[in-house]
């Protein structure tokens, strides 16, 4: 297949983005939501994961102030809400009354977890990289939460049953059909995932 050489100028080629919703709060603690699609896993020991937020964001001042987050998983019934919540500013209105989200207290940051995400990731910030439009807050996860009917029984997560919801570019997407496991061509059986 030809390849075309340069096909605009440098940019994110990378457009197949899982979203989460991130909670934030005050020093009194009132909460705020900012869905997130520049999201990602970055260090397994300690289990680090980083988010990209753009400085005018009524969120960002929250982080940076607090240096604590939580990364909510949201699935694709909550579509809706995931795509509202990023058309609406945490400085006007109250993201979880507004759009019917229950707050959960969390063990051990003060953001609440969402309670209709199923699989909830408490961090604390240990890095703030300042990239430009963005910075890149880099968490250190410090308690995991998930619903009881997504646990298998050896009480790890099951993730062939969540259904999270990946943006494609401008589209989004479900991710329920699954290709094939983490090392499928190597091994005649499953391997344990935390080896990357
Ligand atoms: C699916 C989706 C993904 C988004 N991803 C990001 C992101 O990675 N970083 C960012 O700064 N803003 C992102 N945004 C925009 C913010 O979520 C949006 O500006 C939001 O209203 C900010 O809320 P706040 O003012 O309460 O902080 C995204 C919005 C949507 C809908």
Known sequence: MKKIAEVKQPMIGLY?????LV???DEEGRPNIIPIGWVGGVCSNPPQV???VRPRRFSYKLIERMGQFVVNIPEERLLDVVDKTGFSSGGKVDK???FGLTPLPASKVKPPLIEECSVNLECLVRHALNLGS???FVGEIVAV???EEILKENGEIDYTRLKPI???H???CGMTLPLGWYGFTKYKKRVVNEVY
Do not use: Q, R, S, W
């Open 16 to 20: 197949h983005l899982p979203v989460v």
């Open 23 to 25: 909670t934030c709060c």
């Open 50 to 52: 980083g988010i990209a």
């Open 96 to 98: 979880f009354e507004k």
């Open 134 to 136: 963005h910075t890149f």
């Open 145 to 147: 939460h998930a619903d």
């Open 166 to 168: 990946v943006l494609k």
């Open 170 to 172: 401008d589209e989004y």
